[in-house]
């Protein structure tokens, strides 16, 4: 782990600086670009996780607030995503930080790639028409909480893009999401820290400046800039970035 240095908190800012530029044009992406990141310059899987974890704190509780005052929430959404992710996240949570972090950093690589590869099919995957009966959201919400704490990140690329590509309505599924991703993320980085102690986390105080500073341009990225080539770009980014860790 980096010590509490300049030259490495300004690196951490600039990491979460760029990864909420692109979460929040897009509702996803923040924690698999900023855990490739750290990944790329010797951060251990379980710790990367942590941090990005502990950072979102932040950001989704900041996106969440925004969304309720816009009114994209849709609770009844809310309620079915939450219980399954907060429990498949403190699940996650808990086996990554019990298991040695060099035999794991392999598989949190091919997942972080498989991420992008997702996300790249959902840049060009149409859309059907859905509502909040939808069966399968409960199982999305587990199944995101559960490979973003172990990922480093996920909740986003799996939950936000698996529910638009079924047709739920764009705008009340990136609000409830994202407020959705608050709580989940909360018990992941509580799970973290009862397991690792906070000392090892305290460089997430760079992540966590970068991503609020970041936070008011997302809107702006979003009304510039066709969803489609930005999702390609992130699925090329964190392909890229997380293939170098086989190197």
Not at 92 to 113: K, Q, T, W
Not at 212 to 234: S, W
Request: charged fraction near 10%; aromatic fraction near 10%; include cysteine.
């Amino acid at each position: 782990m980096f010590d509490f240095a300049t030259s490495d908190f300004l690196m951490f800012i600039l990491i979460g600086f760029f990864a909420q530029i692109i979460d929040g044009a897009l509702g996803m992406a923040f924690g698999v670009l900023t855990t490739t990141s750290l990944l790329a310059v010797g951060v251990p899987p379980a710790a990367a996780s942590a941090m990005t974890h502990i950072t979102e704190c932040f950001t989704t509780a900041a996106s969440g607030a925004s969304h309720l005052y816009h009114r994209n929430v849709d609770w009844r959404l809310v309620l079915r995503l939450a219980p399954a992710g907060m429990v498949g996240g403190a699940i996650g949570a808990y086996i990554l930080s019990n298991i040695n972090g060099e035999a794991i950093e392999p598989l949190v690589s091919v997942y972080l790639i498989g991420i992008g590869l997702f996300i790249l099919y959902k840049a060009f995957k149409p859309r059907w028409p859905r509502d909040v009966r939808d069966w399968i959201i409960p199982y999305v919400g587990g199944a995101g909480g559960l490979l973003d704490a172990m990922g480093g990140g996920g909740w986003g690329p799996i939950v936000t893009s698996t529910l638009l590509g079924r047709g739920h309505e764009p705008k009340k599924v990136i609000g409830s999401t994202n407020l959705t991703e608050f709580a989940v993320t909360f018990v992941i980085s509580l799970t973290f820290i009862l397991a690792l102690g906070w000392s090892d986390l305290s460089s997430a105080i760079g992540l966590i400046v970068g991503g609020i500073l970041a936070a008011p341009f997302g809107a702006l990225i979003v009304k510039k800039m066709p969803v489609k080539p930005l999702m390609i770009a992130v699925s090329m980014i964190i392909i890229g970035t997380a293939a170098i860790r086989f190197a």
